[in-house]
């Protein structure tokens, strides 16, 4: 965005008194006020705002689905703010300097992760003053947001750009370093651990054919894609869900030559990946098929030809508050196909949580106090999707702040 229409764009901010757009933003981002700083022409300023919430300012603003931004008011008139892009406007341009507090109850804090959640608790637990170390198995830092996004929708340059201004705090972020024992790090002298592991794990349908070659998940199809490994598809790739990243995974098929298109369950108004990425996927060319399901994979040599699928309608809504799909028996039909890349689902890799006595739910994911974010473990918090199951980045850093208040609380008890 171009400085001239950024001012205009700011300039169209009502500065509406009870923010409906701050209201809906997960993050709790001071958004009638960093617009004023950009009506000032001050981005320095209008950047530190935004950063006393939400330290991944350049990051949601290209990836988020704004759900602040279909609750500006404008939009009742005319049209909405854009504000997801005077956001990133800020964060591109803007400067910061991060000047950490100083305490005399300065903790030692563990966080296990280094994705949106985790990269939040260190922003404002090392904020605070305290001694932060990020523990990350993998050799970069960032979790899903660098091995599950593709570089077209988030790049790696803003990515680093980002953490780095995390690691101006003074945390330290411990790469390739692979947590599995949470007593042996009190023993090393932390007060407290925090967990932002994320839901890195598939999640499968389970249905007949899965083992075939050529079906694979999209968080692993991601990830070597992210990684630059090489991937071999087929022509014909069938792309099953419809969330970012069904069609992050759908774009990717199609730039190494494939043609991508989406089987999705529920129809179009249900689907939860964002309408700016919608319509991407369509400039694009990828193709969608709403309301139809598969019901099986058939192969031939143990290698994916086709698909069996159901034809679906909608019935009441079920307990995410989307109409129930429900399949119309005799409606069966088949595609073929190279490849499947399953993106129904993901969830977090809870086998050595369990193994460290953390209490898991029924969804797979940490049990905590609600709203507190305190685990079944004494000084042990977790937030994020490991926490909620797979949500957006806003998600996890709110939840992340609920944690810290909670960890701040406990250095009082
Ligand atoms: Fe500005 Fe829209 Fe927020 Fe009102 S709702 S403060 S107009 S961005």
Redesign the pocket.
Known sequence: MKAELALEEAK?????EN????KACPSGRD??NF?EKIKESDLNGALEILMENNPLPGICGRVCPSP?QA????GKTDE??R?PDLERYVADQGEVEIKPATTDDRRNIAIVGSGPAGLTAGYFLARDGHRVSIYEKFPKPGGMLRYGIPDFRLSKDVLDKEIGRIEDTGLKIKLSEYVEDIDNLFDRGYDAVFIGIGAPKPSWMDIPGEELEGVIHAISFLKKANLGEKIKLGKKVAVVGCGDVALDAARFANRLGSEAFIVYRRSREQMPASEEEFEECNEEGVKFNFLTNPKRFIGDNGKVTSMECLRMELGEPDSSGRKRPIPIEGTEFTIEVDNVIEAISQQPDTNWLKRNNLEINKWNCIEVNEDKYNTSRDAVFAAGDVVTGPKTISWAIGTAKKAIKSIRKFWLC
């Open positions: 169209r901010c009502l500065d509406c923010a409906p757009c701050s958004i009638p617009i602040c609750n500006c008011v404008r909405p703010i504000i």
